[in-house]
């Protein structure tokens, strides 16, 4: 008995083990980022490597990378604010919403903060060419306290695909399909990180305000990763062009971008346990779902007409007890 749960427990431990580690060059803030607000709310270590976005009642903060990118890989080890963090939000994106106005491209992750108790959620979006009457919400409960150690989010956007990557688990992946057009972001983007306070509009739509009390709240990012083709924003787009197709032929051809059987089990084992709200079964918002969505019949039915994962089932998924979910919310949360 005692030897079949030891079998049981190698066999898991190796298949957990087959899912590749990220392993990416990372840099020093000053080689890759430059502060973008709240300057005096950020706090780079003695080794540049590390650097912490404070929120206190002054203001929020944030950096973006000093060079727009033609895809690419862009990753970072990020430790949530810990204790009573509703209304505040940290986001780690690429956008270029400050370049092109009303057409802009951004990839999301945004992390929301929630009242004692309950954990933080996590979300990730996409926007291309302006598509913002078109959001393309996904949420997740993590399998881990986000505010006691650090974990590695990344977005890996190419020609082909864009993927979100919790740790080394591959959460999204949305192939760039025809049908998708300019909905599929196409244009150079940015990095940013920041931090700030979203009363109206993170917990429980509005219902909680940041708490200054409980501030300063700290979100503190390392093991930076840029990889992708630099662009000049003034050249941008034709700039580079061929240069920038061959640092992402080798990108796509790099274990990051390949989606090994291993991957994609780890990732519908993901999806299947901590994803409580997709848009592809909000049929509430949309009530034909987007082309990129391939709607299972079997996974439809866990989620309501809304996005949302039906109650038992979030029960029954609870990540662990501590990181209950709270109360199903509102299609109006986002
Ligand atoms: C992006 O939007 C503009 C108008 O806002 C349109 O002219 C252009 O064709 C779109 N690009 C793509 C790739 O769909």
Known sequence: MGTYRLLALAVLVGTAAALQAINVATVEFEEGYTPLFGFDNIVRSADDRTVSLLLDRSTGSGFVSSSMYQHGFFSASIKLPSDYTAGVVVAFYVSNGDVFEKRHDELDFEFLGNIRGKPWRVQTNMYGNGSVSRGREERYVLPFDPTTEFHRYSILWTRAAVVFFVDDVPVREVRRSAAMAGDFPSKPMFLYATVWDASTWATSGGRYS??????????????????????????????????????EDALLASDLAVMTLEKQQAMRRFREHNMVYSYCYDTLRYPVPFPECSVVDSERRRFKGNGHLRLALRRRHRPRPEARPGRPTRAADM
Do not use: K, W
């Open 210 to 247: 940041v708490n200054y009390r409980y501030g300063p709240f700290v979100a503190s990012f390392t093991d930076l990763a840029l990889l992708g083709c630099r662009v000049d924003p003034i050249q941008m787009p034709s700039s580079g062009s061929a240069e920038c197709t061959a640092v």
